[in-house]
């Protein structure tokens, strides 16, 4: 049995054009072949649903024929170990249209596929001339130990694609580097290490015990306080960490951010707004740290601190907490016409999401769609006042007429899919590095100043009775950050949550100024302790993170947003997912082994504060009904059904479940399975309720045992039916 480790992140994979290209025994024109270059075959027996054409041409190349979603296809295996030095893949294709993204999944020959073992690649221009690839797969190799006789790759063909369209390969092998692929590389190892000496000193600073201390840090209307102790030898300042400036790189505490401290105990009282880099900046989103003097460099000697949120000042109408009525929830609503206010009443629904896009609504410039002004901090930004009226605050009135608790999910889109790119070029991480939605920039006055103003403009818009805001899911699905929330690949953890935090700590202080009942969830997906997907993190690792910065800088109310789908998404017999268990150490929770979750915020080192429960919401879970292209099937609609009641059962009984948002409300022909409560919403199904439609209406109320057993649902769950697991260490 091979050891596996984690996967490194992916930067390795470059698009190469002019590189030397492979060719087969067989081959169609130029280059020559190479004498120690392995040719691959794609496996046109295993194609599936996956591509809708692969067949084999006269002159020796591969045509692919795209299907309606997530094509990709698999090469055979090795028929010996590949030679150490091979780690390009590289052939010349052909494209009717561009591919967005590639992705490498590494099969093992004895363990199968793994999602964690993957590698994005780039993507590649639409071409009518053969046209040379190459992806280099060193680093992911060794990690996996991927290569040996049996050994099998996965080519993934891009996520935005036309269905129908078709692309060519030809000559493909796996080669060694050439000279300027081994250079990227070596420049890329070094540099992997610098990052590991950074995330490391993150690390060390979240572990160390220091003698002096911040002791409160509170924002009234016009002033911030912060009191603390010193203890040791030296000279002592207070230095204030703007979210900006990064705590990790500070040799020298500029003069600005340095105030002189007279007593090992004290309490500096300070103006609430500063002016930095020629913009107004509001000290309710600092950090705050002791420093020592040193020669030449301060030391820094103290846990940085955050604003206690207990002690932020209050500028809104004192809504109270929304407590739900029972866990029926529904995700991305809209309002699709006026069906929303009846599919809220007909299924009893206490919760919902909503998608929020604020890059799509918003401009640096007044004009045109632009009307709505928003002033802050000496600045004026303009939104699209009908769009947002349309799309958000619609939905917003329906669900507060309901009683209904909304979840926005923040999503910062790249600067191409922004509707001001001038804004979507400042809001993008520097080191972002493809994909549609990027980490928010927070590394200038003027970046951090845009994202506080569109926080702030939500905020104070969504905290009212009638149109309501009550938790924000920062951004989605962090564990594949390099997927969803995007700063770069091959970023180390504590580095990627560095930045996490200070995104989360900015939405979350500004939303609590407007509505202190305002509570923040980290999004995750359905990995545990394995990665759900190729570069991600663990799930585990990134609560752990959470759990030390809370108790480093302050704890504030967080919570996890979880995606509880199996495995295989699509299959609706949950009750029989694989790679779950009841234990602690499950790679993966699914809604079969939910009562993982729920011990987890049951554990007292990860409540707020050491007390209060972080109470779960299954932010985006469901259980499918077949891939996109089956047709509908009366055996697994009536699954789909019966796994959604034995997943009720389960979230109804645990209390560290607080809610289920279920995804999706209609089947969407771009998820790859369906997984709607009602069906296509087209000129063929047009929207008909599902099966699992009537369960979900029925769950949670009188009737619903009632109406479980009259469908059968026990029956075709079998032993497991209504089982509450204990979970081991």
Known sequence: MKNHKLILSVSAAVLLFGSAACRPDNPVPDPDPTENYV?????????????????????????????ASDPYIYFFPFEEDLPGENTVLAFE????????????FFIDAEEGLNAAHAQDGPGAAATDTWTPYSVRMKTAMAEFSWGEEGDYLRLDLGESIVPGSTIRLRNICIRPMNASEQAEQDKEDDAAGEKDRYAQGILDYLDRDYASAIGSVSVGADKVSVSGTVSGEGTFFLAEIPVFEDIFSMTVVPEQYRHELGSSSFMVELDRIA??????????????????????????????????PDLIYNIGPDLPRIELRNKKGLGGIVPRGG????????????SATINLLPLSYMSLTPGGDYTVAHEYLGKTYYFNGARIEAEIDEPLRIASRHGVSVAAILLIQNAAQSADPSLGALMQ????????????????????????????????????????????????????????????????LATYMDTYLKSMRL??????????????FVSLA?????????????????????????????????????????????????????????????PNVSMRNLEVLDRWVKT???????????????????????????????????????????????????????GLQWHNWFDSMEEGAKLGLRKYDDGTFNGEAKPVWYAYQKAGETDQDEYFDSQGYAETVGSDWGVIHEVTD
């Open 39 to 67: 040719w691959i075959e794609p496996n046109i027996e295993r194609t599936g649903a996956h591509v809708a054409l692969l067949e084999k041409q006269d002159d020796g190349s591969y045509l692919i024929e795209l299907p």
């Open 93 to 104: 294709y052909k494209a009717e249209n561009a591919i967005d993204r590639t992705q490498c």
């Open 275 to 308: 002016s930095y880099g020629g913009m107004d900046y509001d000290r309710l989103l600092s950090r705050w740290a002791v420093f020592r003097e040193g020669d030449g460099s301060d030391e820094l000697v103290s846990h940085a601190a955050y604003a206690d």
């Open 339 to 350: 069906m929303l206010e009846q599919e809220i009443a007909d299924l009893n629904l206490s």
């Open 429 to 492: 991480h520097p080191d972002y590095s493809g994909t549609l939605y990027t980490m928010p920039a927070m590394t200038t006055p003027e970046s951090v100043h845009a994202y506080a103003a569109m926080i702030d403009f939500f905020a104070s818009r969504y905290s009212a009775s009638d149109m309501r805001i009550s938790h924000w899911i920062i951004h989605n699905e962090i564990d594949g950050g390099v997927h969803w929330t995007n700063m770069g690949s091959d970023v180390p």
């Open 507 to 520: 939405v979350y202080n500004i939303a609590h100024q407007y509505d202190p009942n305002a509570e923040a």
């Open 526 to 586: 359905h990995g545990w302790t394995e990665e759900a997907g190729g570069g991600w993190y663990k799930v585990t690792d990134i609560l752990d993170m959470m759990n030390r910065y809370s108790r480093a800088e302050g704890d504030f109310f967080w919570a996890p947003a979880y995606h509880s789908y199996g495995v295989a998404i699509s299959d609706p017999r949950i009750w029989l997912d694989e790679n779950v268990s009841y234990s602690m150490q499950s």
């Open 604 to 658: 007292p080192e990860n409540m707020y504060r050491g007390e209060i429960m972080r109470k779960v919401w299954l932010s985006e879970a469901g259980v499918g009904s077949g891939n996109t292209n089956d047709p509908y099937g009366d055996n697994t609609l009536s699954d789909q059904a019966a796994g959604f009641a034995y997943s009720w059962l389960k979230i109804q009984a645990l209390d560290g479940i607080e």
